[in-house]
């Protein structure tokens, strides 16, 4: 159980265009996902947590216009870079906690989504 | 100084050695406790959970000390397939966002 899912597994886009990456928990509910971008090389970065049914919580230095991050169900949040730009390229997770009894702090990932922009 | 700080490696030991690596904390109020494994080009996958007790997974050993600030990991009888990156994790609560290390490339070879 608690499986995580994304879509596209990979993407490469033109400079300029817009790209939506979906997370699903295929298997339980999740009321907050989280989204993170990593660089080769570098650690997973939090943009944003995901809440279902309200806006997102930015981190720092994150643009929240830049990063659209819509989350309208218990099972789905997406994540939509705007404008993709080639510095946007990397490497974007998500993850939510499925309030496992005795492993509620647990993350569970879904398999990451490589963003190329040309 | 970084929330969450741990030596990058990598580090380069044989096949069937014991490696350890630490990882330092700057919140004292932090609560939960994780090592994931990453590998390249993957998702990170939970090793194992650390408690205040310490606690052991076969090869794997993970501790807390509290009082200094820092979690530790011990593999023993290293094999081949424990090649990876191995990420720290801190979390302040239950409700709270996790804070990942940078990680520490492990890299076993024959």
């Known amino acids: 159980g608690a499986v995580v899912s994304q879509h596209p597994s990979w993407v490469i886009c033109k400079s300029g265009t817009s790209v939506k990456i979906e997370c699903r928990s295929l298997?339980?509910?999740?009321?907050?996902m989280f989204w993170y971008r990593q660089f080769p090389k570098q650690s997973l970065m939090l943009m944003a947590t995901s809440n279902e049914g309200s806006k997102a919580t930015y981190e720092q230095g994150v643009e929240k216009d830049k990063f659209l991050i819509n989350h309208a169900s218990l099972t789905l949040s997406t994540l939509t870079v705007t404008s993709a730009h080639p510095e946007d390229s990397s490497f974007y997770i998500c993850?939510?906690?499925?309030?496992?009894?005795?492993?509620?702090?647990?993350?569970?990932f879904g398999p990451g989504t490589r963003l190329t922009v040309l | 100084r970084k929330e969450v700080e741990q030596d990058p490696g990598p580090f380069n030991v044989p096949e069937g050695a014991t490696v350890a690596f630490n990882c330092t904390y700057s919140n004292s109020a932090s609560q939960s406790f994780f090592w994931y494994r990453q590998d390249c080009r993957k998702e990170p996958k939970l090793l194992m959970s650390?408690?205040?007790s310490g606690n052991e997974d076969g090869r794997f050993t993970a501790q807390l000390n509290r009082a200094s600030q820092y979690i530790s990991l011990l593999i023993r009888d290293s094999k081949l397939s424990d090649s990876a990156t191995y990420l720290c994790?801190?979390?302040?609560?239950?409700?709270?966002?996790?804070?990942f290390g940078s990680g520490t490339r492990l890299s076993i070879r024959p």
């Open positions: 650390v408690y205040s």
């Open positions: 298997d339980f509910q999740a009321t907050t």
């Open positions: 993850s939510a906690s499925a309030g496992l009894v005795g492993r509620e702090n647990e993350q569970f």
């Open positions: 994790v801190v979390r302040y609560s239950s409700a709270s966002k996790i804070i």
